[in-house]
């Protein structure tokens, strides 16, 4: 492993993983009534419940498979005979599964904020800006899993 792999797949998420424990303590402490986004749901229902369940339940999968990919050893999955290239073969094509259903979620809430008319009123430019930061994060997830060098 060189410096560079070793910077950004070893040192810089538990950087990032710090960062947001330290900012939600701190958010918490100094500013807990901005957690909240205004509610729209009195405006568009349709939408909003499928989106919103497509997003938490795909989301929800993908983070307990990072979570079961990072702290099962793997000599669990050696001593139950899943081989290194099946168990990648299965994270890889159920992570990738459920990323696309979180993906479609956040799509579906998007252009339901920015094409409601309604709830596009009642929505600032903090709430616009999270949904796109989480598309493009999103979307580099699901490229990388895809189409990433360690996958080929």
């Known amino acids: 492993m060189n410096s560079v792999t070793q910077l950004f797949w ?18 918490y402490r100094y500013d807990q009534f901005s957690w909240t986004a205004k509610s729209s749901e009195l405006l568009e229902k349709k939408k909003l419940m499928i989106g919103s369940s497509l997003f938490h339940i795909g989301i929800i999968f993908v983070f307990f498979g990072h979570v079961g990919g ?10 139950f005979g ?25 799509i579906l809430l998007t252009w339901r904020r920015l094409s409601d008319v309604r709830v596009r009123s009642i929505s600032t430019f903090s709430d616009i800006a999270i949904n796109i930061i989480l598309i ?17």
Do not use: C, K
């Open 70 to 79: 990072l702290l099962v050893p793997i000599e669990i999955t050696e001593a």
């Open 136 to 152: 493009i994060v999103m979307s580099l997830g699901i490229f990388s899993t895809f189409f990433g060098t360690s996958n080929q």
């Open 82 to 106: 899943v081989s290194d290239h099946l168990y990648h073969t299965i994270a890889v094509w159920s992570g990738g599964f459920f990323g696309f259903i979180a993906y479609a979620g956040i």
């Open 10 to 27: 070893t040192i810089i998420p538990y950087i990032f993983i710090m960062i947001f424990i330290l900012g939600m303590i701190f958010r």
